[in-house]
């Protein structure tokens, strides 16, 4: 379920509609489904939608404080009653004030290798070039390419290691950072805490 960020004291997390992580769903089955070089075509085509753009990156100010809350859910699906079902885990992380989508993560497993594939939106108003990073805990940094950005955000996929894998299954807290324009890093805490009781469901 979507996480709602708050700076104000005795805040308690509000839940919002399921649409925007369905159509995430559904966009990162396409992402994941093209290769790199329709990703990069798609970059240039979407990179100035016709239609208004949501908020930029928040600044750094906007996402410090932010308390840490568990998170990580469960979808399954299918194509049609025959097909089996498909299942992800995803946590959502949003700003109360203005309901932008500071962080979705989605993890799938390839149903053709059995590898666990994360794909990242991300708001737009990114240093693109930067890309962004995963760290968990204290540990390595994992380095992610901004792969496409439309009107709902920026979007970056990429298999999830073994390593980042067994780190993301025993660890406390994920880190996402990336850069806005102005060049601040903006880092966001994703907890762990029931991680591996999702993954289990996934895998």
């Not at 009653?81 to 989605?106: D, F, H, S, W």
């Not at 053709?112 to 962004?132: E, F, Y």
């Not at 540990?139 to 920026?154: A, P, S």
Request: glycine fraction near 6%.
């Amino acid at each position: 379920m979507p996480r709602r960020y708050s700076e104000a004291p005795g805040f308690s997390p509000t839940w919002s509609a399921m649409p925007i992580q369905f159509k995430f769903v559904a966009l990162a089955a396409a992402l994941l489904s093209a290769g790199a070089a329709h990703a990069q075509q798609g970059a240039k085509k979407n990179a100035a939608p016709p239609v208004a753009q949501p908020a930029p990156a928040p600044t750094q100010a906007q996402a410090e404080g932010t308390p840490g809350q568990p998170g990580w859910i469960v979808r399954c699906t299918s194509a049609s009653r025959e097909a089996p079902l498909e299942c992800a885990m995803e946590q959502n992380a949003v700003l109360t004030k203005t309901g932008q989508t500071v962080v979705l993560i989605n993890i799938r497993i390839a149903p053709d290798t059995r590898t666990p594939i994360a794909l990242l939106q991300l708001p737009l108003g990114l240093n693109l070039p930067v890309g962004a990073k995963l760290q968990v805990d204290e540990g390595k940094t994992f380095d992610l390419q901004i792969q496409t950005c439309e009107n709902r955000g920026c979007y970056a996929s990429t298999p999830v290691a073994p390593d980042l894998l067994a780190a993301l299954r025993s660890g406390k807290q994920l880190k996402v950072s990336f850069q806005n324009m102005a060049k601040e890093t903006i880092a966001i805490p994703m907890p762990l805490v029931d991680f591996a009781a999702a993954y289990d469901k996934i895998k």
